[in-house]
C-alpha cells in the first residue's frame, strides 16, 4: 500500500468517528446517513485499491482483481444517489436508482465475467469505456438537475458554487476508468478520487452549517420576540376582570384538551384530527397534515412550532413535559422526512 493512500486512510477514518458520534447525537439528522455511507465506501475502495492484488494474500488473482475493481465500480454507485438526496437534485432520480444498475453494476458483472473466460485482464479492461461514457452522461444530467433545482438559472452564486463543487467531485471518477486502463499508478488514482469525494462531501457540511445557523438566528428571534411580549404584559399592570375571565376559560380549555389527550392515549392509537379553525386558515397544511398522517397531538405541536414557541413553552402550554414533547417532534421529523424546523413548515406549506 502507497504511503498516500494509507494517509487517505487515517482521514477518512477520523472523518467516519466524527461523524458517527455526531450521527448518535442526532438521530433524527438523515443527512449524516449518506454522509457515513460516503466515506464507508471511499475506506474499503482506497483498503482494496491499496492491498489488493497480492500473492501473499489468500484467494486467485482473479477475485483479488475482481474485489479491487468492484469497490472501484461500486463506489462510484453512490454518487447519484448522494446528490439526489442531499443536494435535493430530483432530475438525478433516474441515475439514483437505475442509471447505475444498467451502465455501472451490469458492465462490472460484464468485465467480470469477459476477464474469467479470457483470461486477460487488458482484453477486460477495455469494457471500462462504458461507464466511462455514462459518467460523461451524468454530468450533462447533473448540470440539468442543478439548473432545474434553482428555477433554470445558474445566475446564483450558490447555483454556480454547487456546480462547480460536484463537477470537480465527480470528474475523477468519470476518469477513473483511463486511469486505471493507462496504469497511471495509485498515487494519481487515490488523489484525484478522493480528493473529489472529500470536497463533495465538504459541500454538503458547509450547506447543513449555513443552513443550521439561519435555523438558530430564526430561533433567537422568536425567544426576543417571545420576551419582548411577556415584558409588555408585565408592565400594563393588573388586568380587569374581562381578562380574568379570558384567561380561566383558555385554562379550562387547555384542562379538556389534556383530559381529551389522555382518553386518546389510553384508548390506543390517534385518529387523524378533528377540524380546527386554526387548521382551516391553511388549506395546504390542511391536506399536508393529512398527507403525512400527523396525529391531533403532532399537528398542535406544528401549529405551536409555527408561531415560533420552544420545545419548554410547548410542554407549559400543552401541560406535558418537555421531554414528551421532543419525542412528539422527533416523530414529525421522521414523518414527514425532514430534519429541522424550516424544513418541515416549508414541506408542510407546500401545495398538498
Not at 497480492?54 to 454518487?79: R, V, W
Not at 476518469?175 to 465538504?202: K, M
Amino acid at each position: 500500500m502507497y504511503v498516500i493512500t494509507f494517509l487517505y486512510i487515517c482521514l477518512e477514518a477520523i472523518i467516519f468517528a466524527f461523524l458517527l458520534l455526531y450521527k448518535l447525537s442526532r438521530v433524527e439528522d438523515w443527512k449524516t446517513r449518506y454522509y457515513l455511507i460516503l466515506i464507508a465506501l471511499l475506506i474499503i475502495y482506497n483498503v482494496t485499491g491499496g492491498l489488493l492484488p497480492d500473492n501473499h494474500l489468500p484467494g486467485s488473482l482473479f477475485i483479488q482483481e475482481s474485489i479491487a475493481y468492484g469497490t472501484g465500480f461500486i463506489t462510484p454507485c453512490f454518487f447519484p444517489l448522494y446528490v439526489y438526496k442531499v443536494f435535493d437534485l430530483k432530475k438525478m432520480r433516474f441515475h439514483a436508482y437505475r442509471g447505475v444498475i444498467y451502465f455501472l453494476i451490469l458492465p462490472y458483472l460484464i468485465f467480470v465475467f469477459v476477464y474469467k473466460y479470457s483470461g486477460n485482464i487488458l482484453f477486460a479492461k477495455r469494457l471500462l469505456i462504458l461507464p466511462v461514457l455514462y459518467g460523461i452522461w451524468v454530468m450533462i444530467s447533473l448540470h440539468r438537475a442543478i439548473k432545474v433545482k434553482y428555477n433554470n438559472t445558474l445566475s446564483s452564486k450558490a447555483a454556480r458554487e454547487e456546480l462547480i463543487f460536484l463537477f470537480i467531485s465527480l470528474t475523477p471518477w468519470v476518469g477513473l476508468p483511463i486511469i486505471d486502463y493507462f496504469d497511471l499508478g495509485q498515487t494519481v488514482e487515490a488523489s484525484v478520487t478522493n480528493t473529489g469525494f472529500l470536497l463533495l462531501l465538504a459541500l454538503a457540511v458547509k450547506n447543513d452549517i449555513k443552513q443550521m445557523r439561519s435555523e438558530h438566528l430564526r430561533f433567537v428571534e422568536s425567544e426576543s420576540r417571545l420576551r419582548d411580549e411577556n415584558d409588555n404584559k408585565d408592565k400594563d399592570g393588573e388586568m380587569d376582570t374581562n381578562g380574568l375571565d379570558k384567561i380561566g376559560s383558555q385554562k379550562k380549555q387547555k384542562v379538556v384538551m389534556l383530559l381529551n389527550s389522555v382518553i386518546q392515549e389510553l384508548s390506543g392509537p390517534e385518529e387523524a384530527p378533528a377540524a380546527d379553525p386554526e387548521i382551516e386558515q391553511s388549506g395546504s397544511f390542511k391536506l399536508n397534515y393529512k398527507k403525512f398522517k400527523l396525529t391531533s397531538r403532532e399537528v398542535e405541536i406544528v401549529l405551536l412550532m409555527k408561531k415560533g414557541l420552544t420545545s419548554k413553552n410547548i410542554a407549559e402550554d400543552l401541560f406535558i413535559s418537555e421531554n414528551t414533547v421532543r419525542k412528539h417532534i422527533q416523530n414529525i421529523f421522521a414523518k414527514v422526512d425532514v430534519s429541522n424546523k424550516l424544513e418541515l413548515l416549508h414541506k408542510l406549506q407546500e401545495a398538498g
